[in-house]
């Protein structure tokens, strides 16, 4: 046997190529055993089993269509996302299995799912077996292949699971493939296997082969379509052209784009060239602007000068005059002065005063306070006179004894009608069950028997003795009071079913009546026999009966009578009643305690109103004497307060009358100090404007006479004239221009910059902000000289600047032209390609539209139809094909789409026929799989039976294998359809693995059958 060639389809199909699934086997996979599962190519296999419960669920054959999925890499898996975790799942696990802990069965670290693929002409020729590896941990699939039949066919489970590990290291390659290559290393580019399957080890995804069509938006069932169809291959080349045209065009802006960045670059250098003329430009400006500003600044200071200094003799002759005024009323001031003796004695005046005012304050407080309390006592008084009225004159410790001992009585007439109330319900619950005859022992006994359908009746309930013979009859039956009788044909059954449940019940077997008749019907007669043997076994007394056989005796006198159940219930009742009345008892008992605590409690009120009443009264009294005492001495404190208010007084007039005179001459002196202050200030002031006007400082800065000033600032206007700062701002905004020309932002200046350059920036700052009151601290040459240096040693570089830019422009034009050409052949290559494709897979469309037509109407339906879309992609996005299912639902009816509402069978069928229209319309089917879990449920008769011929259809003429589970209701029918029929078996959960799977079909060709036939048979029994 030789390996696969490395032939065209080989590369396109991957290592498997065309070759076709014929067997299976697993390790280690769920309940599966490694017995080989042959499979029948280009059929439909039903798959199902039967489980623990005696149906299909729980039979391993969801197990099985998973581990196949997993072997063909079903993208669902999405193994070349995840690394295959969720195929993890499909390990043998003891707790999924159901297994008892007590088993000691151990999880599966790692497992196999190998497959055995053959090519469908000659199936001898260069077959293929893959193994895939799957583990508990990363990595969680891997895969190998070998050429040939490569398998585990040793005789026993044990020994292949051995085999299995060698026969893995054997294959290639060395390294093995990853999840994420497996399919396109093992299958190519289209998918080997679709699936749905209902199971929680991967997640659910809407899909055709789900039958959720309806869950599905029309793009989705477009995707779906193209991968059924096998056109994944052709979407990609599409997708990798366009990639191609997006990288040219990419290149083209890139291109573009840089052009135009160092087009700006460029620029900038040009204007930094043409900044640096006009900054000379602008120097030159701001240097005419700052001559004129010193010319207007120099002549108004002078003229300004000249009136100052005319203003400034008048004021010195004002601050002499206001000084002589300050000396006299300083002197004024000296001479007044208020005399000690006459502050000392207001001082102590105001003393007494405040003494007087703070005793008086304290009394009245006082007695504010006893007469709040008398009042307060005056509101209690009157309910505690009320309350005393009915005191009995017990005290309050004996009236707290007596309400003590009265709540204790009540509590225990409490209790005596809770234990009446039960025995009340007790007695209630006996009468209950010795009218059913279902009392003591021997009902327990009886409802035991009847879960078993054994009529039972105690003996007690049966027997009614005579009065005369009752004291007798009553001693001979009392040791089997819990006695039932039962028909003795199923005496020994229903001990049987008693043994372990009731030790010690008792049963006594009475023949059948012939009649049919039940046991209770017959009454005492029924154990007549039973009576006559206890009889003879018993000797009578006057007190009682002895077993003479047993040396035993049985005292009579029972009171109530425990034999016959009229005589029973009788008693029964009598006790009732008994008990009723002593519960009635109970109940009036509790009311008169209640009465009587209610009396405690009040005398104890009582009590305790006319203790309080006698404390109030003391009180009271208390405070009356208290209230005379304070009345006294707030006479006595008022009839004082008048002298000493007029003494304070005459000794604070004294005081304040000289104290007025003191204050108005300092008032006067202020006044003159205040004035020597001001001329002195308006003296100064003159001072400080002549100074101000920086004469002098002018003249140097403008370098020649003031006439020449004077004659310069006529030539100005009225307004540069009156303001000259306006010619300073000129000239600060020209140089701030200039500065800009090197890349200079006065507002922010950025640390960055050249010191030369910070250090101008920073003066020309100050040179703008200055107010020049006493001349300015900047110039105009210390802000430009920077400036005229830089420009000076830029002239040579400008000339180079401008030739260089005009050689680097022409360059990029003509690359720009070149790739502009590359990118539009390659959007008219691409262009064509969409336009074959598209029409390639609207050809597709309009065959699995034709073919779905033809399949509806064949299972007796209206005619279906696809609508189809094309939605061209925008740059890298994906090409969407919006496909939308239509039926007619009636003959004359037009085609309705899917997304309108219709049963849930009938959106099933049209599923399945898509799905089916699909494969008819591939041209290149051979080696595909399809796997359907829980086939056919939830359909009626009609369209499940032409469900399954359309499946059997399509892979025979297809050469498709289609694989689909079902339930016991679908597998009579699949089997008229179906090819090949795999059965799974677990009959119970106390076993971890699977019986061996069977297999039922015949395979046409003698080469494929003989190809696994060794593999398959061994490790089976011989049929």
């Known amino acids: ?13 991957g290592v498997v190529g065309a070759r076709h699934l014929v067997g299976v086997q697993t390790f280690d996979i769920a309940r599966l055993t490694n017995h080989a599962v042959p499979l029948i190519p280009g059929a439909f296999v039903a798959v199902s089993g039967v489980g623990p419960q005696g149906d299909s669920n729980g039979s391993g054959k969801t197990s099985f269509l998973a581990a196949v999925s997993v072997l063909l890499a079903d993208p669902q898996w999405r193994l070349s996302i995840n690394g295959g975790r969720f195929a993890a799942n499909l390990l043998f696990k003891p707790d999924a299995a159901g297994l008892d802990p007590a088993q000691r069965f151990t999880p599966a670290p790692y497992g196999y799912i190998v497959g055995v693929f053959a090519q469908a002409a000659d199936p001898g020729h260069g077959p293929v077996t893959v193994w895939i590896r799957v583990s508990a941990s990363t990595p969680f699939v891997e895969a190998r292949w070998s050429p040939g039949l490569q398998v585990a066919d ?12 060698g026969l893995w290291q054997q294959c290639v390659p060395k390294k093995p493939i990853s999840a ?45 379509l193209i991968a059924l169809a096998g056109l994944d291959t052709d979407i990609a080349s599409e997708t990798t052209q366009r990639g191609k045209f997006l990288e040219h065009e990419g290149e083209l802006a890139t291109a573009i784009a840089n052009d135009s960045a160092a087009h700006a670059e460029e620029e900038a250098d040009l204007a930094g060239v043409a900044a640096r003329l006009t900054a000379r430009k602008a120097i030159e400006q701001a240097r005419g602007f700052w001559r004129r500003y010193l010319a207007c600044r120099l002549h108004r200071a002078y003229d300004e000068d000249r009136e100052l200094e005319g203003s400034a003799g008048e004021i010195r002759q004002l601050v002499v005059d206001a000084e002589a005024r300050r000396d006299e009323l300083s002197a004024r001031l000296a001479e007044l002065r208020v005399p000690k003796r006459l502050i000392e004695t207001e001082k102590q005046k105001r003393r007494e005063r405040d003494q007087l005012r703070t005793s008086l304050d304290s009394v009245r407080s006082e007695r504010a306070t006893v007469t709040a309390r008398q009042a307060q006592l005056a509101t209690e008084l009157p309910a505690l006179r009320s309350l005393a009225k009915s005191w009995s004159g017990d005290s309050v410790d004996i009236a707290q004894q007596t309400v003590t001992e009265r709540r204790h009585d009540l509590a225990h007439a409490k209790v005596l009608v809770e234990q009446s109330t039960i025995s009340v319900e007790e007695a209630e619950s006996d009468l209950r069950l010795t009218e059913a005859g279902l009392s003591g022992r021997s009902g327990e006994t009886i409802r035991l028997l009847d879960e078993i359908g054994i009529e039972g009746i105690g003996v007690l309930d049966i027997v009614e003795p005579d009065p005369d013979s009752r004291d007798a009859w009553e001693a001979r039956l009392w040791p089997w009071r819990d006695a039932v009788a039962v028909p003795e044909e199923r005496l020994a059954e229903a001990g049987d079913h008693l043994a372990f449940r009731l030790p010690g019940a008792q049963l006594v077997g009475v023949p059948s009546d012939p009649r049919g008749g039940p046991l209770a019907s017959r009454g005492q007669e029924s154990v007549t026999d039973f009576l006559a043997r206890l009889s003879q076994q018993t000797d009578t007394h006057p007190g009682g009966v002895a077993f003479p056989d047993l040396n035993a005796f049985v005292v009579t006198g029972f009171d109530p009578p425990v034999a016959g159940r009229d005589s029973r219930v009788r008693a029964a009742r009598d006790q009732l009643s008994q008990v009723r009345e002593l519960l009635k008892d109970a109940q009036r008992a509790v009311l008169v305690e209640e ?3 209610k009396l405690a409690e009040s005398n104890l009120q009582t009590a305790h109103a006319a203790a309080r009443l006698a404390e109030v009264s003391a009180e009271e009294k208390e405070l009356d004497e208290k209230l005379i005492d304070i009345d006294g001495r707030l006479r006595t404190f008022s009839e004082r307060q008048v002298p000493v208010e007029l003494a304070w007084e005459e000794a604070q007039f004294a005081v304040k009358s000289i104290q007025t005179s003191i204050d108005t001459t300092q008032v006067l002196l202020d006044t003159a100090q205040g004035d020597v202050a001001r001329q002195s200030a308006a003296r100064e002031k003159v001072r400080k404007q002549r100074d101000a006007l920086a004469v002098t400082t002018w003249l140097q800065l403008w370098g020649e006479g003031v006439d020449a000033a004077a004659e310069m600032a006529s030539a100005e206007s009225a307004v540069a004239r009156g303001r000259p700062e306006s010619l300073k701002r000129r000239s600060s905004e020209l140089l701030k221009e200039a500065l800009r020309t090197f890349g200079v932002e006065t507002d922010h200046i950025d640390e960055g910059l050249p010191s030369d350059l910070q250090e101008a920036a920073t003066l020309r700052e100050r040179f703008s902000d200055e107010t020049d009151s006493h001349g300015p601290a900047v110039i105009f040459d210390d802000v430009s000289a920077p400036l005229l240096s830089r420009i000076a040693g830029a002239s040579d570089n400008d000339r180079v600047i401008t030739t260089r830019v005009a050689e680097q422009r022409q360059i990029r034009e003509n690359v720009i032209a070149e790739l502009r050409a590359e990118a539009e052949a390659s959007a008219e290559v691409l262009q064509g390609l969409q336009e074959m494709l598209e029409r390639h897979i609207e050809g597709i469309f309009s065959l699995i539209s034709e073919a779905y037509h033809r399949l509806d109407v064949h299972r007796g339906g209206y005619g279906a139809v696809l609508d189809f879309i094309s939605v061209r992609p925008e740059g890298a996005g994906e090409w969407r094909w919006r496909v939308t299912p239509r039926w007619r639902r009636s003959r004359t009816g037009t085609p309705i789409s899917y997304q309108e509402t219709a049963n ?37 008769e009609v369209n499940r039976r032409d469900t399954l011929a359309a499946l059997g259809k399509v892979a025979d003429e297809q050469q498709v294998t289609i694989l689909g589970t079902c339930q016991d209701s679908v597998l009579v029918d699949a089997a008229d359809y179906c090819g090949e029929l795999l059965w799974f078996e677990h009959t119970t959960t106390s076993e971890p693995y699977n019986q061996p799977t069977r297999a039922w079909g015949f395979d046409e060709n003698r080469a494929r059958a003989a190809l696994g036939a060794d593999w398959i048979k061994h490790g089976r029994p011989p049929i």
């Not at 046997?1 to 199909?13: D, G, K």
């Open 1 to 13: 046997m030789t390996a696969p060639t490395n032939s065209q389809e080989t590369l396109a199909r």
């Open 180 to 224: 994420r290559r497996m399919a396109e290393v093992l299958y190519g580019d289209a998918p080997r296997c679709l699936t749905y399957l209902d199971t929680q080890m991967r997640p659910r995804v809407p899909s055709l082969l789900s039958q959720q069509m309806t869950e599905m938006d029309p793009e989705t069932i477009g995707d779906s």
């Open 595 to 597: 009465s009587r605590l």
């Open 904 to 940: 849930g069978a009938q959106v099933k069928v049209q599923a399945i026929q898509l799905v089916l229209a699909a494969m008819l319309a591939d041209s290149e089917p051979r080696g595909r799989v399809l796997v359907l879990d829980e086939l056919g449920n939830s359909l009626g």
């Open 154 to 165: 040793a005789d026993n489970e044990a020994e292949r699971i051995l085999q299995a590990d």
